[in-house]
Nanobody, 123 residues
Framework: QVQLVESGGGLMQAGGSLRLSCAAS????????MGWFRQSPGKEREFVAA????????YYADSVKGRFTISRDNAKNTVYLQMNSLKPEDTAVYYC????????????????WGQGTQVTVSS
């Protein structure tokens, strides 16, 4: 069983910043590559960013490169997403999950999801 609790979302004007947090349960948090995904109304969930087990390597969707930064603190079982230069297109519910690279993109490794945190960016 996996428990994931996202927080930090909210309403922000375009160009602003938000920092999302994801608290994960379990004693083997550092065994997993972690990622952020997001879903907008009427669209499928999409990959945003991923971070390696050690936190050294990071990976980003083209749409957020240069604006978002993913990081993790294994001692706290927490993964973060720093979002800068926010755009209205970033509006979505953001979820964290274990992540794995399959073929051409990143996907969740397991189908366990938290409640997500809403990010709304106004113009």
């Amino acid at each position: 069983q996996v428990q994931l609790v996202e927080s930090g979302g909210g309403l922000m004007q375009a160009g602003g910043s938000l920092r999302l947090s994801c608290a994960a349960s379990g004693r083997t948090f550092n065994s997993y590559v972690m990622g952020w995904f997001r879903q907008s109304p009427g669209k499928e969930r999409e990959f945003v960013a991923a971070v390696s087990r050690s936190g050294v390597s990071t990976y980003y969707a083209d749409s957020v490169k240069g604006r978002f930064t993913i990081s993790r603190d294994n001692a706290k079982n927490t993964v973060y997403l720093q979002m800068n230069s926010l755009k209205p297109e970033d509006t979505a519910v953001y979820y964290c999950n274990t992540a794995t690279f399959r073929g051409t993109t990143w996907s969740p490794e397991y189908d366990y999801w938290g409640q997500g945190t809403q990010v709304t960016v106004s113009s």
